[in-house]
């Protein structure tokens, strides 16, 4: 296996061939020490795809998918880049797990790379190894992120959405994850708001621009710039991820996405050490 550079201190690459031949309950414990695994050169019909990833636990589906009207209940998720869509679009996604929710559970995502332009370096698909970081966070952030309630609220036109609060871990063992959501950057298209308890709006912006500022430390983030044909593999457990914003008429990107949880047996055995 070809490993990442070491300043990164996570992240596995491994060889197209040797992902197909290794059984998933060791790319299971890889991804449980490194956090991510990328897959070069690799080939996937949409079918081969879902085959692929649902040997991994079971399938988070989405009800409706309009890029595949014959689907019921789609297990694979085109994301195609329509400036119109803000969470699969090619704006900036901010920093996130998936998931959230108790019917909305994601453990592995799934990012296979079916077409990309290269016409320029943005749309980078950006990972943050947030078990370090919070190690080693500075004590003023840490007394924010550990000890106040975080909040947030969808953005749906002119309908007010109900602040919901999020907690900033949830789980234990193996369900352990952190689910912190970073809010959009000032001036891009935005689906959800943030706040934090006791904190003014300003001191708010200020206190998640300090946070994304340690994450995105090189000691902690890797930033991945996608080519046709590749496959990346997140533990949603251990990352945190965003997307940068991309260019709305110069460049090509079409990932087929797909999203597994632990069947409920599995998920014993401690993750915070």
Same mark, same amino acid.
């Not at 197909?20 to 299971?28: A, C, E, Y």
């Not at 989405?62 to 195609?80: I, R, W």
């Not at 704006?91 to 296979?112: C, R, S």
């Given at each position: ?117 290269? @016409?320029?370096? &943005?749309? +980078?698909?950006?990972?943050?190894? *947030? ?6 966070? $500075?004590? /003023? ?28 871990? @949830?789980?234990? &063992?193996? +369900?352990?994850?952190?689910?912190? *959501? ?6 891009? $298209?935005? /689906? ?82």
């Amino acid at each position: 296996m070809n490993r990442m550079p070491e300043f990164t201190l996570f992240g596995e690459v491994i060889d197209a061939n040797e992902i197909l031949r290794v059984q998933v309950t060791d790319i299971k414990s890889l991804l449980l020490r490194k956090g991510f695994i990328i897959v070069n050169d690799i080939s996937f019909t949409r079918e081969e795809f879902a085959m692929f990833f649902s040997g991994f636990g079971d399938v988070v589906r989405f009800v409706t998918d309009p890029l595949a009207p014959d689907y019921k209940s789609s297990d694979v998720t085109v994301l195609q880049g329509r400036p119109d869509d803000i969470v699969a679009g090619r704006g900036q996604l901010p920093l996130h797990a998936d998931g959230g929710t108790t019917d909305f559970i994601v453990d592995h995502l799934f990012l296979f790379a079916l077409e990309v332009s290269t @016409s320029d370096n &943005g749309g +980078a698909t950006c990972l943050v190894n *947030y078990r370090l970081a919070n190690l080693e966070l $500075p004590e /003023s952030l840490r007394r924010i992120l550990f000890g106040r309630k975080h909040y947030m609220r969808i953005i749906n036109g002119d309908v007010e959405q109900t602040w919901k609060e999020i907690p900033v871990f @949830s789980g234990m &063992g193996r +369900a352990f994850r952190m689910m912190i *959501y970073f809010p959009f950057d000032e001036g891009q $298209p935005a /689906s959800w708001e943030c706040a934090v308890e006791g904190l003014t709006t300003a001191e708010c912006r200020q206190y998640y621009r300090d946070l994304q500022a340690f994450y995105r430390q090189p000691r902690y983030y890797y930033r991945h710039y996608w080519t046709q044909n590749q496959l990346l593999i997140c533990d949603n457990r251990l990352m945190l991820h965003e997307r940068e914003p991309y260019s709305s008429d110069g460049q090509t990107r079409i990932l087929m996405r797909g999203l597994t949880r632990e069947p409920a047996d599995e998920l014993s055995g401690d993750m915070r050490s």
